[in-house]
């Protein structure tokens, strides 16, 4: 039996929220669309903090991504380098009994944003902060759906990720990826409603979203 769903999250931003990250889009484990059928923009974390705040549970959240693309996936200002969007992650975790220690992750690339000002699209999202414990997955990441469907990848593109609240904590317990996956579903229609649902949390995350339309 999973467990109940939380209540909707509050109609504007409660503390500590509203939180900012920001960065390139680089590859991920590749699993959001090909195996869940859920498209993922993947930006990189460095270290446990969080826009300052280093105890941030890992989990579901939603808020405002500002991104360097056009509705369709076509770049407004020229992406980051290829060469810096696959940085090297130790492996996931397959089994706790190896006695093989894993490596450090070699320094992340250091990336350098669009000029400020430049403007971006901005697009309701629900995002994944954690290691994704049904995968075990031995690095923490950051995960962003956009509540859009794109023609095509846009690897390189630069997001402002305003997070606006907090959806549930991370799950490892599911049955199957069909539980997975309904349950994230669930999550993305807590996200719509929240900003999109033209009800109070659409006109309490206002300021989100135009905090987003520029670097």
Do not use: Q
Not at 68 to 94: C, I, M
Not at 126 to 144: D, K, V
């Amino acid at each position: 039996m999973p467990p109940p769903r939380p209540p909707l999250p509050p109609s504007s931003p409660a503390s500590p929220f509203p939180l900012r990250l920001s960065g390139p889009i680089i590859k991920g484990f590749g699993r959001g669309s090909k195996e869940l059928g859920i498209p993922t923009a993947n930006i990189p974390l460095s270290g446990s903090s969080i826009d300052g705040h280093s105890n941030l549970s890992s989990g579901v959240y939603f808020g405002w991504a500002g991104v360097s693309v056009d509705a369709d996936g076509n770049h407004l200002v020229p992406p980051a380098p290829a060469e810096t969007l696959d940085p090297a992650r130790p492996p996931e975790s397959t089994s706790s009994s190896s006695s093989s220690p894993v490596p450090p992750p070699p320094p992340a690339p250091t990336f350098t944003p669009p000029p400020p000002g430049t403007p971006l699209t901005p697009f309701p999202t629900a995002l994944s902060i954690g290691h994704n414990p049904f995968y075990a997955n031995a690095t923490r990441s950051c995960e962003i759906h956009l509540l859009h469907t794109f023609p095509r990848d846009f690897y390189g593109a630069w997001v402002k990720l305003v997070i606006c609240g907090f959806i549930r904590e991370e799950r490892g317990d599911y049955g199957s990826v069909e539980e997975l996956v309904e349950d994230i579903w669930k999550d993305v229609e807590v996200a719509r409603e929240m900003l999109v649902g033209g009800g109070e949390g659409e006109r309490g995350y206002r300021g989100c979203r135009e905090e987003v339309e520029r670097v």
